[in-house]
């Protein structure tokens, strides 16, 4: 669908077009009574639609083109499905419609006021990554508070299709879910799809069957990762985990991962991703079943102690094998954990919710992001510079729904923000 039709689109659901415009090409005034409801699917565009064309009271589909001629580009005149259409309505009429039984289409012209297409071509033919940038500080923080409230959800919403499909994967097991989402998130935005492969790689209860032994955990995620396969380094711990991943893998049938899969130009030593699995393998070791621990853990100070987990003794003077460091304690810092719970345990209380049709976890996942504080990106410090200030990490999650699922795929047209900016008088004179 190009952006002219989904402009169409939008007038025709608001009811935007000038009311006396709305005739059919053979004279008959059309009166909307209800625009029907949006089809995201195939078929028309509108189902159940009532219309009063003339003095008749029709009941039925509406479908809507940029041109006449589009109903036969799309073979419309040869699909059953809209033989229900009982008004094709055009930006530009250019010829005669007819359905598959033969039958000719009412036709309307649609028009867009000058306004609204004016605000429409400046929203979405804006090259800026938030094309109403210049407009957030002076609208109303009613509407803004009220549309990130419902963002955060939906943002919510969307993890938990994710969980779902997992869930499948993983015949409903919640453990191997968390531990997939947890290991996929230890990579922290640059390795995470490096670190959710690694999780792949490796089942959770082939760790949990080590989990009383911190090494061979290690020997498990540091061998998966393809982060042992350096004969030359003569390191003593670096070697045990050799051997220890050596007999593992042949043990359970493993198979390595391609260790430069791994990224690690431009980040810092903190980030570097042998000190973030040493510190995963720690977190898994000493937990167990951590996604029991965490549906029991009801306050943010003890989901945030749960995860100040610190790595085994070498990484004290480690950021990566063989090259030491100043001695210095290295569990994830205050942020990293915060990020954790953020995309982690938020999503995955908020999925158990939902799955189990308990609304507490739901809440509770709620709360864990009110109550943590506004994460620091890129996302983030862009709406703050257009006048947008996040309280909380629940906002800068509605924050980055907006600009993930609306600004970046340019549907200002189907954003509550965007509507706003289009339908007022003077969006275009900034």
């Known amino acids: 669908m190009n952006s002219h039709e989904q402009l169409l689109h939008y007038v025709w659901y608001y009811r935007l ?13 059309v009166e909307v009574i209800d625009p029907g409801i949006r089809n995201m699917d195939a078929g028309p565009d509108f189902f159940n639609a009532k219309l009063r064309i003339g003095k008749v009271l029709w009941a039925g589909n509406v479908e809507i083109h940029t041109t006449s001629a589009d109903w036969y580009l799309h073979g419309h005149h040869l699909d059953p499905a809209y033989n229900t259409v009982i008004l094709h309505l055009v930006g530009r009429v250019n010829r005669e419609v007819v359905n598959q039984r033969g039958e000719t289409l009412q036709q309307s ?18 090259d800026h990554p938030l094309p109403c940038r210049d407009f957030l500080s002076s609208m109303d923080p009613r509407l803004i508070r009220s549309y990130l409230d419902d963002l955060c959800v939906e943002r ?18 919640w453990d191997e879910v968390f531990y997939v989402i947890l290991t996929r998130n230890f990579g922290f935005g640059l390795n995470s799809r490096s670190f959710e492969s690694l999780a792949l790689s490796l089942p959770f209860r082939i760790i949990q069957r080590h989990s009383d032994d911190l090494l061979m955990v290690e020997a498990l995620l540091f061998g998966q990762a393809g982060l042992l396969q350096d004969q030359s380094l003569h390191d003593p711990y670096y070697q045990r985990l050799q051997r220890e991943y050596q007999f593992l893998s ?41 996604f029991s621990a965490i549906l029991e853990m009801d ?30 304690a290295k569990p994830p810092g205050a942020a990293s954990i915060d990020l954790l719970l953020i995309n982690t345990v938020a999503p995955i209380l908020f999925a158990y919710g ?7 976890y739901c809440d509770r996942a709620i709360s864990l992001l009110l109550s943590l504080k506004p994460e ?9 510079q257009s006048g947008v200030v996040p309280f909380n990490a629940f906002d800068t999650q509605a924050l980055i729904q907006l600009k993930k699922a609306y600004c970046d795929q340019h549907k200002c047209l189907y954003c509550r923000i965007g509507h706003s900016l289009l339908t007022s008088s003077d969006t275009t004179s900034h």
Not at 23 to 29: A, F, K, Q, S
């Open 376 to 384: 620091k990106n890129n996302i983030v410090q862009m709406f703050r």
């Open 17 to 29: 077009y000038p009311r006396d415009t709305l005739v059919t090409t053979d004279g008959n005034r």
């Open 109 to 126: 012209l649609l028009v867009v006021p000058e306004k609204v297409q004016a605000n429409a071509a400046f929203l979405l033919q804006s």
């Open 156 to 173: 919510l919403e969307h993890k938990c299709g994710e969980i779902n499909i997992h869930l499948e994967r993983f015949s409903q097991s």
């Open 299 to 328: 306050t943010v100070s003890q989901l945030s102690e749960c995860f100040r987990s610190e790595p085994s003794l070498y990484w004290s003077t480690h950021y990566s094998f063989g090259k030491e460091s100043p001695l210095k």
């Open 250 to 290: 042949a043990k359970y049938g493993l198979k390595c991962m391609d260790g430069f899969l791994f990224r690690k130009m431009r980040i810092r030593p903190y980030s570097f991703p042998p000190l973030r699995i040493a510190q995963l393998a720690s977190l898994l070791q000493q937990t167990g079943r951590l």
């Open 354 to 360: 939902k799955k189990t049709d308990r609304e507490e």
